[in-house]
Each structure stands twice: as C-alpha cells, then as structure tokens.
T-cell receptor
Framework: DVKVTQSSRYLVKRTGEKVFLECVQDMDHENMFWYRQDPGLGLRLIYFSYDVKMKEKGDIPEGYSVSREKKERFSLILESASTNQTSMYLC???????????FGPGTRLLVL | RKEVEQDPGPFNVPEGATVAFNCTYSNSASQSFFWYRQDCRKEPKLLMSVYSSGNEDGRFTAQLNRASQYISLLIRDSKLSDSATYLCVVNGPTGYALNFGKGTSLLVTP
C-alpha cells in the first residue's frame, strides 16, 4: 500500500511565525502536491513538484514556498503565517500522468 | 467557468435507494477521470477511476460522456456507510495536477 505521511495532524501557530509542513511518501513517486481545503472552496492546489528540486506553482501559491531536496519528501513553508492561512493542508503523490493521487492524512493548521 | 463543477447537495436518501451524481468539466483535453470519496475530517481516497467505456465496482457505476464533458457516479442499494462527500476529479492542463470538484455530500439515513 502507498503510504503518504504528514508531520503533524494538528498545528497551532501565531501570526508571523514561519511554519514548516512536511510530507513523506514511501512509494518512490516522482510527483508530489500540496493542497489546501477550505469549506465551500474545495481543494486548491498550492504547489507541485515533478522531480527533486523541481517545483511548479499551482493555483494559489502566494504566501507559500516549497522544498523538494529528496524524492520522498516535499515540504510546504509558510514564510510568515497569517490568519487567512488557517486551513486543512493535504499532501499527495502519484507515479505519473493519468495515475491516481494518494493523499496524506492532512494537517489542520490554526493561525492565531 | 470552473474546471470541474458538481452539485454540492446534500443528497439525503434512505438506505437501499439508488442515487446518482453528475459532474461537468471544462477542459476537453482531459484524459483522466476519477471519483474520490472523502469522509468527514479525513483525506480524500480514490473510489474509482472512470473509463471511457464505463465501469462498475460492486454497487458503484461510473460513466464518462466525452461529447458532453460530464461524468456520473451511480450508487445502488445505498448503505449508511456510503455517507460521505464524493469528489469528481479530472486531470488538469499539465497532465499531472488534478482538478477537484467541490464535492457532493451524501447522507444515507436509516
């Protein structure tokens, strides 16, 4: 079974803090993704990466950056957390075009 | 126009009922189609892929109509455990990233 893990299930941070969300997959997938999910807005793509050290902006990259130093790990960074970044963050990975995405359990981030 | 559109529901149906969800997509070049299921406060999980010829998995049937750019999911003999949000998913312009609908909420009642 594919396993995608995220470093925290719940996180509380203060406005202005730098926040790191980690995602690790164990199936040697090349492609990894970060989404946020908000009520009424559905899943929105923040960034994705199709190879180590490669990254592409998704639909809502503002206020976020990412890092992919190793194939199995994809990190999402909030440089200076703001209250409008309170959300559920979901990481996903897949093998290639047309394949299924597998999601991690999500991180519920609250920014105070 | 949104990439993927679904009726948000909620659909409230009694156990044993048949229920159908539709979804439309805007990118005619899309090649991959899926239905995901998401339980409350959990991550989305693949329910089934959708193939051009239509496909069935137990009580679930998925169909694709490329000409009209819509996808459907039929659930027969609904169970209480089918209560969830069903997400219609289509691959995006890059081919890698997927576009998710906002989901259709289903509640199956005793």
């Amino acid at each position: 079974d594919v396993k995608v893990t995220q470093s925290s299930r719940y996180l509380v941070k203060r406005t202005g803090e730098k926040v790191f969300l980690e995602c690790v997959q164990d199936m040697d997938h090349e492609n990894m993704f970060w989404y946020r999910q908000d009520p009424g807005l559905g899943l929105r793509l923040i960034y994705f990466s199709y190879d180590v050290k490669m990254k592409e902006k998704g639909d809502i990259p503002e206020g976020y950056s990412v890092s992919r130093e190793k194939k199995e790990r994809f990190s999402l960074i909030l440089e200076s957390a703001s209250t409008n970044q309170t959300s559920m963050y979901l990481c996903a990975s897949l093998t290639g075009v047309g394949e299924t995405q597998y999601f991690g359990p999500g991180t519920r981030l609250l920014v105070l | 126009r949104k990439e993927v559109e679904q009726d948000p529901g909620p659909f409230n149906v009694p156990e044993g009922a048949t229920v159908a969800f539709n979804c439309t997509y805007s990118n005619s070049a899309s090649q991959s189609f899926f239905w995901y299921r998401q339980d409350c406060r959990k991550e989305p999980k693949l329910l089934m892929s959708v193939y051009s010829s239509g496909n069935e998995d137990g009580r679930f049937t998925a169909q694709l109509n490329r000409a009209s750019q819509y996808i459907s999911l039929l659930i027969r003999d609904s169970k209480l455990s089918d209560s969830a949000t069903y997400l219609c998913v289509v691959n995006g312009p890059t081919g890698y990233a997927l576009n998710f609908g906002k989901g259709t909420s289903l509640l199956v009642t005793p």
